[in-house]
């Protein structure tokens, strides 16, 4: 790729990371071997959090986020579809594994029902959390992917960024 392109394209992931900064993110690549925001990173067991950490696992397993999300049902389902559509897309034998894995963990197990009927593909995920001292977070997740990138490492690159829902959630980062 010509360098000005590279120059352009660091620049740009650049500005889309700051203009997010002060809200939780993870930026990752498609296996979803990411670097989650320091602050959930206190709520996930540690095995979880050995490289390369994984926020998907980590968002899933029961010693993972998924305690605190109260509307995990919905979380999970939106992750599973998303997970479905890049393996179909892609054929990765790593994302094949990682689906399986999370598939057979018993929560989200028991959300996805018989699997039947997974939601469409959401342009925005709700997500509430509670956490142990009874504090409430509401965030909307976006997701932002790369298309027709000239760089592979940008193919695989996503940023998934959470904004507060509520003000009180927007109160706390500020």
């Known amino acids: 790729m010509?360098?000005?392109?590279?120059?352009?394209s660091g620049?740009?992931?650049?500005?889309?990371?700051?203009?997010?900064?002060a809200m939780p993110q993870d930026v990752g690549e498609a296996q979803q071997n990411r670097q989650l925001d320091a602050a959930f990173l206190e709520l996930?067991?540690?095995e979880l959090l050995e490289p390369p950490m994984?926020?998907?696992?980590?968002?899933?397993?029961?010693?993972?986020l998924s305690r605190f999300i109260v509307n995990f049902d919905e979380y999970a389902a939106h992750v599973i579809e998303r997970l479905h559509r890049q393996?179909?897309?892609t054929s990765d034998p790593g994302l094949e594994a990682l689906l399986d894995e999370v598939s057979h963990y018993p929560d989200v197990a028991r959300a996805l029902g018989d699997g039947a009927a997974l939601p469409p593909p959401a342009a925005v995920l709700p997500m509430h959390f509670r956490l142990d001292d009874g504090t409430e977070l509401r965030f909307f997740s976006t997701m932002t992917v790369f298309g027709s990138p000239l760089d592979v490492t940008i193919a695989e690159l996503a940023i998934e960024s959470f904004?507060?829902?509520d003000e009180a959630t927007a109160a706390m980062f500020r």
């Open 54 to 64: 994984n926020v998907i696992r980590a968002s899933l397993h029961p010693r993972g």
């Open 2 to 8: 010509p360098e000005r392109f590279q120059v352009a």
């Open 44 to 46: 996930i067991s540690p």
């Open 163 to 165: 904004f507060p829902a």
């Open 87 to 89: 393996l179909a897309a």
């Open 11 to 21: 620049r740009g992931l650049e500005s889309i990371v700051d203009l997010a900064d």
